[in-house]
């Protein structure tokens, strides 16, 4: 479980533009095993957690999904709201009882259109999440299918 200052929301924004976007969250609750959303959908939707654990997964043809990493208390769920075509690249599934803030991407991309350094602080934030999340599932798909494993790539 990731904890960095890269993808919690309380560290990557500015104090202004954190209130902004928390004003515009709705608390929910998952119960364990609950798909948040399934890769090739429709992203409407993002999440930051509360408590509980998330984890997100890959399609693997002809094999069963890939977990690629586990995230927790603080962290984001969901990139694909804000790039188009606005479809998720990964599934997501609760693997524990989750409680969450839950914001609506069309409403938070509204919003950024309307404030170009609010649009800035959370394409970074959302960037430095989604380069940090694509090196996890490099690392784990190299450690699920690679002859040798992933080793120790810096």
């Known amino acids: 479980m990731n904890t960095s200052s890269n993808s919690t929301l ?4 500015p104090a202004e533009h ?6 515009m969250a709705r608390e929910v609750s998952f119960p364990q095993g609950t798909r948040l959303f399934e890769e090739g959908g ?3 939707k993002f999440w930051i957690i509360r408590t509980g654990t998330v984890t997100l ?3 693997v043809p002809g094999r069963r999904a890939a977990d690629i990493e586990t995230l927790g208390h603080n962290e984001l769920v969901g990139w694909s709201w804000l790039f188009p075509p606005h479809t998720w690249h990964l599934g997501a599934e609760a693997m524990t009882p989750v409680r969450a803030y839950e914001f609506d991407a069309a409403t938070v991309r509204r919003m950024c259109e309307a ?3 609010l649009s800035a602080s959370v394409s970074q934030w959302v960037g430095r999440v989604l380069a ?3 090196r996890a599932a490099r690392t ?3 450690d699920l299918y690679a002859p040798y494993g992933s080793g120790s790539l810096r």
């Open 42 to 44: 429709h992203a409407d």
């Open 115 to 117: 404030d170009p350094e």
């Open 57 to 59: 997964d890959m399609h």
């Open 132 to 134: 940090r999340r694509l």
């Open 18 to 23: 954190r209130e902004r976007l928390m004003s």
């Open 10 to 13: 309380l560290r990557a924004l």
């Open 140 to 142: 784990r798909l190299l």
